[in-house]
């Protein structure tokens, strides 16, 4: 939607809200705030669509999630303006860590989504139960939806959409209020694909609804089948008990506090690179970025020093200039937050070697890129999620303590461990997070087949591949009996049979032959028992 359009809803009052360029604050867009009425409507839709869409071989769909990574990719400049606008974030990392996760997430989903919903033999262990045969196969739940964030406004909400299609589900998406474009571009490209398949005119699997917090509460109310939500671990709760009411099956993406965790035997000229952009992309506003940065004793100095000199050069600016390395946060109440907790830890003796303050001479949403140490975890720098470009840095001495720091938090999402490859491996592999990379970190959102998704305050369930597409597939036992004219032994009448059945639960588990062949013989009048 172009800025200036005028838009009214279809219930008749002008219903609008705009959104605004972070780094000027100027307005982008108007879009309408769909009702309830509205967004049922358009889970209707999808209903109808899912009819259409789930009875196409796995190969057409496929076909057409490929032809949207084709048109994303054909069209990464146009797409990346549109999200810098709106979210503010450099057009470097509009391009990679939006656009092209989102291209590669549509053909991992294309590629491996038959794979998800393969079947598998179930196995009969009970010799009463050899004469039948089963069978897990995987089913589409049906309308899924959506509620996506503002910091990654293509990509989050374009995997898991991809992820529902390809599985042969249909969707419904509200975007955040702050970034709604970038999903309604989805949408376009998506119809594009399918009228050159030759499967336009019907209605769309993917529908999308803009709006404020009231459309998203409709969306949740709606007929849906599933709901994807991504955001704060506030507004998480409430979406948690809002679905508990209808017993709304859901997967929630709360954020985390992701630590980093530096050894004696880390690279330090990578790491310290790793520590800066971590903290520092997209403005910090990444629910993986370093929020916490734990370094041994005997290294600290210097990688503080690299970390400073590395700041220190980053260039803060509009995300539209090619030069930018560091946007505005999305709003001033994010800056805020910021502030507030970089204060506090001032406050309580930390002590700010570079940053800690705003930019207004920027525009009205900039903040310095800071590097802070002396911290602890009293402090809610050190504890809750700060949606910053800020780098808190504390020392520890010996790997117990690098864990211990690591693992004392509420939340779980991912984390990284630097050092020489297999001491590194050691302490990974005893961090508590849904993912922990080792010498790398942020990337691995990026791995379209990796899953994403932690523990703890960060949420229920995963996203991303085999996992995340499992998620939007139910299980289906099917169970043949090869003998359906025979009647069971575990059938009525059950006067009379209770020895002989107690005996066959001897014969299946006893421990030595004797009692078996004991068993066997008692068990044999349950084979001639007459059944209704």
Sequence with gaps: MESGIHIVSSFGAEREFSTHNPATGEPVAQYPVASG????AAVARAREAHGWWQALRQPRRSAALRRVAALLAEERTTLARAITSESGKPMQEALLSDVMVAADAAVFCAEHASAAMRGEEISHDNPALKLKRGRLVWRPLGVIGIISPWNYPLSIPAADTFAALATGNTVVVKPSELTPRPVLELERLLAKALEAEGLGGKPGPLQVVTGLCATGEALIAAAIDKLIFTGSVATGRKVAVAAAERLLPVVLELGGKDAMVVLADANLEAASSAAVWGAM???GQTCISVERCYVDRS?????????????????????????????????????????????????????????????????PNYYAPTLITDVNHSMSLMTEETFGPVLPVMPFSGDDEAVALANDSSFGLAGSVWGANAHATRVAGRVEAGAVMINDLLSGFAVSGAPHGGLRLSGIGRSHGMLGMRELLRPVYLDTDLLPGMKKLWWYPYAGNLDAMAAFTELLHAR??????????????????KRH
């Design 37 to 40: 009425k509205e967004v049922d």
């Design 281 to 283: 992309m997209n403005a």
């Design 299 to 363: 290294i600290y100095s210097r990688f503080l020093g690299l970390c400073l000199d590395k700041i220190n050069r980053l260039r803060v600016g509009n995300g539209a200039e090619p030069d930018t390395d560091v946007g505005p946060l999305i709003t001033n109440r994010q800056l805020r937050i910021v502030e507030q907790q970089v204060e506090e830890a001032r406050s309580l003796g930390a002590t700010v070697h570079t940053g800690g303050r705003a930019l207004p001479e920027l525009g």
């Design 512 to 529: 030595d032959l004797r009692s078996k062949a004991r068993a066997a013989l008692r068990a044999l009048p349950a084979f001639f028992h």
